[in-house]
């Protein structure tokens, strides 16, 4: 074997920079069990002891939030949404988590606060069903469009203040930031936006010949 590889570990596992991470250990965030009936849409961890976990009731989409013992209904989506996918961003110095769940606004859960409240516009964003901060802005994925807020935002869409929206040949399946650059998946094909903010935003193909379907 090659000098620095390994064929056989114990409580270990491989990093997402290269190399291996012993693991530490597990500890449940909380030992309660997220109230209410129906499948959980999503879960996200927010700091070493704080949650958030989105929940169908079959006519509704929950936001509880958790920390560390028990679960607090913080919210009510209107509309009964899908797989919940989660961002969080600072502004200024304040976290904030944006949950999308591809029926409802978007609802945006302040640290600081616990608290979650829902955009309430653009009409454009409703449905909204990938979410990723990049640069200093926010983008929100639905359909074929791509849209993002002004900087040091996540509620801002106002063209005058550098919001905007990119539209591609086909729905979008993935948002994922690597190496200072947002790739936007189809079905078909790969595409790299680069730049940091809409002055100098790049929207340039990797790939038409391989995309991801989920």
């Known amino acids: 074997e090659a000098i620095g590889s390994a064929t056989f570990l ?26 209410g009936t129906g499948p959980i849409l ?3 961890v927010i700091s070493a002891s704080e949650a958030l976990a989105v929940r169908s009731d079959g006519a509704n989409t929950k936001v509880y939030y958790s920390g560390g013992t028990g679960w607090t209904l913080k919210s009510t989506g209107s509309l009964n949404g899908g797989k919940a996918r989660f961002s969080s961003v600072v502004v200024g110095s304040t976290n904030y988590t ?4 591809g029926a409802n606004y978007p609802a945006i859960f302040e640290d ?21 901060s990049y640069k200093t802005a926010m983008f929100y994925a639905k359909g074929t469009a791509l849209i993002f807020t002004a900087p040091n935002s996540y509620s801002d869409f106002s063209a005058a203040n550098g919001g905007g929206i990119i539209t591609l040949e086909a729905p979008i399946t993935g948002l ?8 936007v998946f189809t079905r078909n094909s790969v595409k790299r936006l ?3 903010t809409i002055a100098d935003f790049e929207m340039n193909p990797v790939t038409d010949k391989i995309g991801c379907i989920n």
């Open 10 to 35: 114990q409580n270990y596992e491989p990093t997402k920079f290269g190399g291996y991470k012993k693991i530490l250990g597990y500890t449940k965030y909380d030992t309660n069990i997220v109230p």
């Open 42 to 44: 999503g879960i996200r």
């Open 98 to 101: 944006v949950i999308v769940d």
């Open 112 to 132: 600081s606060g616990n608290t979650v409240t829902y955009l309430a516009s653009p009409s454009d964003v409703q449905g909204a069903e990938y979410v990723i």
């Open 176 to 183: 994922a930031v690597f190496r200072d650059q947002l790739f």
């Open 194 to 196: 680069t730049g940091s």
